[in-house]
């Protein structure tokens, strides 16, 4: 079983900076694709950056250029550094591991709110 836990929204101006961290219950980034996903009110949810275990990365389109996913395997910790965001971003934020080779292990954290607002 696999845990994760968000933490650094809050509520931001307009081209502001935030930057999530999502503390995973082990050393799994071996093993595990960790992704960013998020969803606004009346949508659905959506990939924001996802993390291979070999450091491959890729981002939503809306996103590139402004948001980063990176991890420290000392600390078990996956972050998405969100810089020039904008009121579009607004939404909680779902830290995810899915296993490399079972799809079916796949794994939440419970969310954190971002609000992009003057």
């Known amino acids: 079983q696999v845990q994760l836990v968000e933490s650094g929204g809050g509520l931001v101006q307009p081209g502001g900076s935030l930057r999530l961290s999502c503390a995973t219950s082990?050393?799994?980034?071996?093993?595990?694709?960790m992704g960013w996903y998020r969803q606004a009110p009346g949508k659905q949810r959506e990939l924001v950056a996802r993390l291979t275990p070999g450091n491959n990365t890729n981002y939503a389109d809306s996103v590139k250029g402004r948001f980063s996913i990176s991890r420290d395997n000392a600390k078990n910790t996956v972050y998405l550094q969100m810089n020039s965001l904008k009121p579009e971003d607004t939404a909680v934020y779902y830290c995810?591991?899915?296993?490399?080779?079972?799809?079916?292990?796949?794994?939440w954290g419970q969310g954190t709110q971002v609000t992009v607002s003057s």
């Open positions: 995810n591991a899915v296993h490399v080779m079972i799809r079916s292990q796949s794994y």
């Open positions: 082990g050393a799994i980034f071996r093993l595990y694709h």
